[in-house]
């Protein structure tokens, strides 16, 4: 019996995502889990740190990496609010990760939309948990903005 479902860790990532909501930072949240204990947790912080590549799963995967001691994450899952874009994809790739879980599609820049197979060919791909609860949060954020 799994002690931590899918949910729990989605649930732990759309947490991040509020943060990022709550410093104006698009809404994404991210976590990295290794034997079903989350060892990264990450949120978008571009604005914060003036640097486009501060991306929730970026910043994630080096947290992960420097709790592990290796470049590696073959034997991780990570748990993202948004679906990876092409760059975020590129450094999954690199990183070996062994499962991406997102749960919003990112029609306009999501790494599907660029090529459907820019993750290494050993990742598994899981879409949708705890997608209308990312959406809203991106939506929302959106809409303030325009407000």
């Not at 994809?89 to 090529?115: C, M, T």
């Amino acid at each position: 019996m799994e002690l931590y479902t899918h949910e729990y860790f989605m649930n732990e990532a759309l947490k991040q995502a509020k943060f990022a909501f709550e410093e104006g930072e698009i809404p994404v949240g991210a976590v990295v889990v290794s034997k079903n204990r989350i060892i990264a947790r990450a949120y978008n912080q571009t604005e914060r740190l003036n640097d486009v590549t501060a991306h929730a799963e970026m910043l994630a995967i080096t947290a992960a990496a420097n709790y592990l001691g290796a470049k590696y994450l073959i034997d991780c899952r990570l748990y993202v609010t948004l679906e990876p874009c092409a760059m975020c994809a590129g450094a999954l790739f690199w990183s070996q990760i062994g499962e991406v879980h997102f749960a919003a599609s990112d029609p306009k820049r999501g790494f599907r939309q660029n090529n459907p197979n820019m993750l290494h060919p050993k990742t598994q791909v899981f879409v949708g948990s705890m997608a209308e609860e990312a959406e809203t949060l991106v939506r929302d954020f959106f809409k303030k903005l325009r407000d």
